[in-house]
């Protein structure tokens, strides 16, 4: 891989999770965070009760969701962007992040049974993010910024 060009990996994925799932989404949260009303959020769960969705969440639980959205969205801007960048932390920041995020739907799964069957579907994204950003080409992709960094340290 020659470390002077990046890869398509790195800017689907990074693209992705920049402008994808970090700008875009945080500008529908916050924009659905700041607009939504108690009358508005009962009219989504009787629409989603009609069509034989149990949803139960308060005004108060919708709210802090929203801001849990809002900050992860700036995290994946942020990696995304590190990632386009060629930051070895955006590549670590990615890696751990999905795990996390893997973590997080097999323990919706357990606790729901009815999303085992979506599970596969659920886990495709991070669990490509984990396969890509592990592989040791990408990674030695992301350590030659590291080597380039400190050689411009010590020559300044």
């Known amino acids: 891989m020659d470390n002077n060009k990046q890869p398509l990996g790195i800017s689907i994925f990074g693209g992705l999770n920049c402008f994808v799932f970090g700008f875009f989404f945080a500008a529908i949260f916050i924009t659905t965070?700041?607009?939504?009303?108690?009358?508005?959020?009962?009219?989504?769960t009787t629409l989603f009760k009609s069509k034989g969705f149990a949803v139960q969440i308060t005004y108060?639980?919708?709210?802090?969701?929203?801001?849990?959205?809002?900050?992860?969205?700036c995290v994946l801007a942020a990696s995304g962007a590190g990632l386009l960048l060629k930051r070895e932390w955006a590549r670590k920041v990615t890696v751990l992040g999905s795990f996390a995020w893997l973590a997080l739907i097999s323990l919706a799964a357990i606790l729901n049974s009815a999303l085992i069957t979506q599970l596969i579907v659920y886990c495709f994204y991070p669990g490509a993010l984990v396969i890509y950003f592990t592989n040791k080409k990408v990674e030695n992709y992301f350590r030659t910024q590291i080597t380039a960094d400190k050689e411009t340290r010590i020559n300044n």
């Open 33 to 44: 965070y700041l607009k939504t009303t108690p009358q508005d959020l009962n009219t989504i």
């Open 60 to 73: 108060r639980q919708f709210k802090i969701l929203n801001i849990i959205y809002i900050i992860t969205s």
